[in-house]
């Protein structure tokens, strides 16, 4: 089954740090970009950090550059999200999804396969 499962989210106090992870199954992570999207609540989702197929590349979002690593394991299959000097506007629900063009995008146009979501409270 061809699915991506996020994980890692919670309740984390302003400051602190968090880890997220994005399980990938029945296709293979590297040869794809992938991208981590941030849903507020009463905003729309946004794109904050994206990574090329096979590492080539990598963009953050202003507002988590800096703070926010984008990294993957291809042995396991695996994206991560490590988070750090949590702000309280980083609240939300956090998304990672598939691009098959396996370049960067910074927005949600072409993301094709997507995670239920893991939420993040700050």
């Known amino acids: 089954q061809v699915r991506l499962v996020e994980s890692g989210g919670g309740l984390v106090q302003p400051g602190g740090s968090l880890r997220l992870s994005c399980a990938a199954s029945?296709?293979?992570?590297?040869?794809?970009?992938i991208g981590w999207f941030r849903q507020a609540p009463g905003k729309e989702r946004e794109g904050i950090a994206c990574?090329?197929?096979?590492?080539?590349?990598?963009w953050y979002e202003d507002s988590v550059e800096g703070r926010f690593t984008i990294s993957s394991d291809s042995a396991k299959n695996m994206l991560y999200l490590q988070m750090e000097s949590m702000k309280r506007e980083d609240s939300g629900v956090y998304y990672c999804?598939?691009?098959?063009?396996?370049?960067?995008?910074?927005?949600?146009?072409?993301?094709?396969?997507w995670g239920q979501g893991t939420q993040v409270t700050n």
């Open positions: 999804a598939t691009h098959a063009s396996g370049i960067i995008v910074e927005d949600e146009i072409g993301f094709e396969l």
């Open positions: 029945g296709f293979t992570l590297d040869n794809y970009a």
């Open positions: 990574i090329s197929s096979s590492n080539l590349s990598i």
